[in-house]
Nanobody, 122 residues
Framework: VQLQASGGGLVQPGGSLRLSCAAS????????IGWFRQAPGKEREGVSC????????YYADSVKGRFTISRDNPKNAVYLQMNSLKPEDTAVYYC????????????????WGQGTLVTVSS
């Protein structure tokens, strides 16, 4: 199961971006989905994830209050709205299916797909 992230770009500090995660050939409805990121020289980390129904979400402390994850199952898509972006948010962002239990965080289940680069810089 491989997902494709899109919507990255260059944005100034304090700006916003909306990332999209799409799948082809299968339905996302049955899966919890997570957003992960990898900054240069750092390990990949879980940023946010959402349950299959959309009723539960998880956010890393570093993005709480700034990022919002959502999903549109009829459109087979998951989104990450990123506001008040900071230079430390600069990274390649990936989406992937995760374990259903997201209370403690996002644990990747499926394969890594193509990520999208977010650069926050003035």
């Amino acid at each position: 199961v491989q997902l494709q992230a899109s919507g990255g770009g260059l944005v100034q500090p304090g700006g916003s971006l909306r990332l999209s995660c799409a799948a082809s050939g299968f339905l996302l409805d049955y899966y919890a989905i997570g957003w992960f990121r990898q900054a240069p020289g750092k390990e990949r980390e879980g940023v946010s994830c959402i349950s299959s129904s959309g009723g539960s979400t998880y956010y890393a402390d570093s993005v709480k209050g700034r990022f919002t994850i959502s999903r549109d199952n009829p459109k087979n898509a998951v989104y990450l709205q990123m506001n008040s972006l900071k230079p430390e948010d600069t990274a390649v962002y990936y989406c992937a299916t995760t374990l259903a239990d997201i209370v403690a965080g996002c644990v990747k289940l499926g394969s890594w797909g193509q990520g999208t680069l977010v650069t926050v810089s003035s």
